[in-house]
């Protein structure tokens, strides 16, 4: 076996120690034992302060069902502007080669994409 130095050593011997029992075991305290501050806390259930939380608002079935007409609407004004870009990039695609490829196609691209998203996010929160 190798002979190790004496500072190697006794770090070794403190985390074999601090492994073994934890950090009360080197003060010589009762490692089962919790400290009455962390019973305290503990027992306090944690909450975010009044401002950060949300009100419990429950809307009534007038609410709901205007809400969701207006989500609806939303919804065909940009299924509207989404064919209307389609059918552009299609036009612009029809005139580029396959060389050449406008940065406008990218754009309608991602501006399609985004638009898809905010169409599927409305039609899940209905």
């Known amino acids: 076996m190798a ?3 004496k500072p190697l050593s006794t770090a070794l011997i403190v985390a074999a120690t601090l492994l073994a029992g934890g950090p009360s075991t080197l003060a ?3 490692p089962s034992a919790t400290p ?3 019973v305290a806390l ?3 259930p944690q909450h975010p302060p009044a ?10 079935q007038k609410q709901k069902r205007n809400l969701m007409k207006a989500n609806f609407e939303k919804m065909k004004r940009d299924a509207d502007e989404l064919a209307a870009l389609a059918k ?3 036009e612009d695609l029809d005139k580029s080669n396959v060389n050449i490829l406008s940065l406008g196609v990218v754009e309608k691209a991602e501006r ?4 898809a998203k ?9």
């Not at 401002?51 to 009534?60: A, F, N, V």
């Open 51 to 60: 401002e950060t939380r949300e009100p419990d608002i429950s809307l009534s």
């Open 118 to 126: 905010k169409i599927k996010s409305t039609a899940r929160g209905m």
């Open 28 to 30: 010589g305290q009762n």
């Open 42 to 44: 503990a027992a306090t």
């Open 36 to 38: 009455p501050a962390q």
């Open 112 to 115: 399609i994409e985004k638009l």
């Open 88 to 90: 552009s990039l299609q």
């Open 3 to 5: 002979i190790l130095s």
